[in-house]
């Protein structure tokens, strides 16, 4: 059997309660609370600022499209199809940032960089 032999580059960093805040800042919805927080508060690491603002404007995206879809007036058959074709853009604009949450939950447990693509990378991070 073959042991692997971690390189200083590849041991973590980062402390075990650092990651968990991490982990509830990509939590969707309800871990916009943790992200705000480690933002305003000084002491935050870069990576856990990143992963903050990464996951609050994932959470903006998706309350903008979701809000964008919102109520439609019902009556009519046009309507009533509107309104189906909406209510499953919506669903699937869930489903997609729930996935997305939880994929990147799973960079962050593979200890990969997390980051959004019109985010410069950061070296440190790497």
């Known amino acids: ?52 603002q990464v996951a609050i404007a ?3 995206i998706w309350a903008t499209g979701y809000s964008a879809m919102g109520g439609m007036p019902t009556g009519g058959e046009q309507l009533q199809q509107l309104q189906i074709t909406t ?11 729930f996935g997305l949450c939880i994929y990147l939950m799973y960079r962050l447990h593979r200890q990969q960089n997390i980051q959004l693509p019109w985010q410069k990378p950061d070296q440190r991070d790497r």
């Open 1 to 52: 059997m073959k042991r692997l032999v971690e390189r200083p580059d590849q041991i973590s960093r980062e402390s075990f309660p650092e990651k968990l805040v991490m982990f509830f800042c990509l939590v969707p919805i309800f871990g916009m609370i943790p992200a705000t927080i480690a933002l305003t508060r000084q002491r935050s690491s870069q990576k856990l600022r990143n992963v903050s």
């Open 58 to 60: 994932l959470m903006i």
């Open 87 to 97: 209510e499953l853009l919506k669903a699937s604009l869930s489903s997609g940032y």
